[in-house]
């Protein structure tokens, strides 16, 4: 059974200055490291650029129904891009803030995340056993989504990190 989702700290990503800001604190970052507890799929269709709302019109199917059964997820003909966002949000804890913070990646971006988490699947089958290194590195015109393996957690801090992970499920989220 999943609990209503509790609502945690972000880190809002420019892509043009390539930082991080965390959305409890203001503070910005350009490289964030943390330990990733687990991740979440969904589905996200924003308003066009001309709505003065910026927020969500339909978040994993709230509004137009099931998103595998909604035209806005499709791909054009053409091979335009869905209206609708993939997205994937990774839990992290920052140890060093003791923090517990949400990173979402949003359609190319997506695909880094699940090329370290197939790493991860492959090498240990799990995802909190080594500290990561998030950063962006500049591109064409924006900065990309970069994640890079850092040290591994000792067996008693991978203990501590289940502990956080089973919580974490009960919410939502999903490991490996």
């Known amino acids: 059974m999943t609990d209503t989702r509790p609502t945690l700290p972000a ?39 001309l709505n003065p ?20 997820a499709d791909w054009g003909e053409n091979g335009e ?21 949400e990173l979402t990646a949003r359609r190319s971006q997506v695909r880094v995340i699940e090329q370290w988490l197939g790493m991860k699947a492959m090498l240990s ?14 591109g064409d015109g924006l900065h990309h989504l970069v994640l890079l393996p850092g040290r591994g ?7 501590r990190m289940n502990e956080l992970v089973v919580r974490a499920e009960r919410f939502g989220f999903e490991g490996l």
């Open 11 to 49: 880190f809002s990503l420019d892509y043009s200055a390539g930082t991080f800001t965390n959305t409890l604190t203001g503070e910005q970052f350009t490289e964030i490291t943390a330990v990733v507890l687990a991740q979440r799929e969904g589905r996200v269709l924003w308003p066009s650029s």
């Open 53 to 72: 709302d910026p927020r969500p019109e339909c978040v994993d199917g709230s509004k137009y129904g099931p998103c595998q059964e909604c035209r806005f």
């Open 81 to 101: 891009p869905p209206v609708c966002s993939e997205e994937l949000t990774l839990l992290l804890w920052l140890p060093a803030d003791f923090q517990l913070v």
């Open 125 to 138: 089958g799990i995802l909190h056993d080594q500290e990561v290194t998030v950063s962006m590195k500049p």
């Open 153 to 159: 957690l000792e067996e008693k801090e991978v203990g």
